[in-house]
């Protein structure tokens, strides 16, 4: 049985995760945590707002209490992208299949609209991360999508915006897809 993983961004919750792997991984001089999703195994979800009260969660703490009320364990969690006043996403938000925010094509306006931006998504059982244009030709229909910006790497290179790293020491959630079937991280 697949069990339900969160994101509040991106979070992962289930009584007991199938397809979840937390490491530490270094590299650079630098220490990194990679959570690693099987959708073959757990499902990645995404959560803004409180069903109940429609306020958008601030802390995983709430979000660990509202999966509790429906009997489900917060197993991993990460913001999905950058935030408007209010709590608004900057970008494309989409959960349930239900689009709550749409696609923002910004070439203008602070990190998000650095470009190349991005989607990160998942679709059943596969995941991907599309340049935003790309992915609003593919005719993918995402169950779960978060936009964020700029993408740190794309073609497996640092994009122009990270390629100076002294420019952008500052610590930042990625995420990225395997290519074999059915992993995010």
């Not at 397809?19 to 530490?24: H, M, N, Q, R």
């Not at 979000?63 to 408007?84: M, Q």
Request: proline share 5%.
């Amino acid at each position: 049985m697949k069990r339900p993983l969160v994101w509040l961004g991106l979070g992962l919750s289930a009584s007991v995760a199938q397809g979840l792997s937390i490491d530490t991984v270094s590299s650079g001089g630098s220490a990194y945590t990679v959570a690693t999703v099987d959708l073959q195994r757990d499902r990645l979800e995404l959560h803004w707002q409180n069903p109940t009260t429609r306020a958008p969660y601030t802390t995983f703490e709430q979000l660990r209490a509202r999966l509790a009320k429906e009997g489900r364990t917060l197993l991993f969690a990460t913001n999905s992208g950058i935030y408007a006043p209010g709590l608004k996403p900057l970008g494309l938000h989409i959960e349930q299949g239900r689009t709550l925010v749409p696609l923002n094509r910004a070439q203008r306006g602070g990190n998000f609209a650095l470009v190349p931006n991005g989607v990160f998504w998942v679709a059943g059982q596969r995941a991907g991360v599309s340049e935003t244009g790309v992915f609003a030709r593919s005719g993918v229909r995402p169950t779960f999508a978060t936009q964020s910006g700029p993408l740190l790497v794309q073609g497996a290179a640092c994009t122009r915006p990270f390629a100076n790293r002294a420019r952008h020491s500052r610590c930042a959630a990625g995420l990225g897809c395997v290519r074999t079937a059915g992993y995010a991280l």
